[in-house]
């Protein structure tokens, strides 16, 4: 009962359930997902921490950046069920679309790059991606599919 109540409590809010949906193709920097919630790091950390305590993502540390994926077929049976209704749940929304086309954009930029930016910004709103591709010239990748 434990795992069914961390899974439906971190799956409760939109940007958690976002953060899933950008997961699905593979491996994230905090970094890029900042910029495509257009969140302040600190609250991304606090959604990215929710979904890891409820085993919904794992994480690794790569010198300064942390990467985020979905948890694998060895996850809780609860945690795989989940990420199953997420997906069809996410096909065909709006919002997904838009993130994915926005993804895009940012899997473009460099994360050092993506990162040093969002580190001079002091405000949360911050540059769309498609302006800040014009300064990178080695695009980024996403890393390790899960």
Do not use: F
């Not at 709006?94 to 954009?105: G, I, M, P, S, V």
């Not at 405000?123 to 302006?131: E, F, G, M, V, Y």
Request: proline residues 4%.
């Amino acid at each position: 009962m434990h795992d069914l109540m961390a899974v439906t409590k971190a799956l409760s809010d939109e940007q958690r359930v976002r953060i899933v949906g950008a997961l699905q193709d593979g491996e994230l920097c905090v970094c890029q997902i900042v910029e495509l919630l257009a969140l302040a790091p600190s609250t991304v950390s606090k959604h990215l921490g929710q979904l890891r305590q409820a085993g919904i993502l794992e994480a690794r540390k790569n010198g300064r950046w942390v990467y985020y994926r979905l948890a694998d077929r060895t996850a809780p049976a609860t945690v795989r069920d989940a990420l199953r209704l997420v997906r069809a749940a996410l096909e065909g929304d709006r919002t997904a679309k838009q993130d994915a086309a926005r993804l895009k954009q940012i899997l473009s930029i460099d994360p050092e790059v993506l990162c040093c930016q969002q580190r001079q910004e002091s405000t949360p709103a911050r540059r769309p991606a498609a302006s800040l591709a014009s300064s990178s010239s080695a695009p980024g990748t996403r890393r390790g599919a899960r």
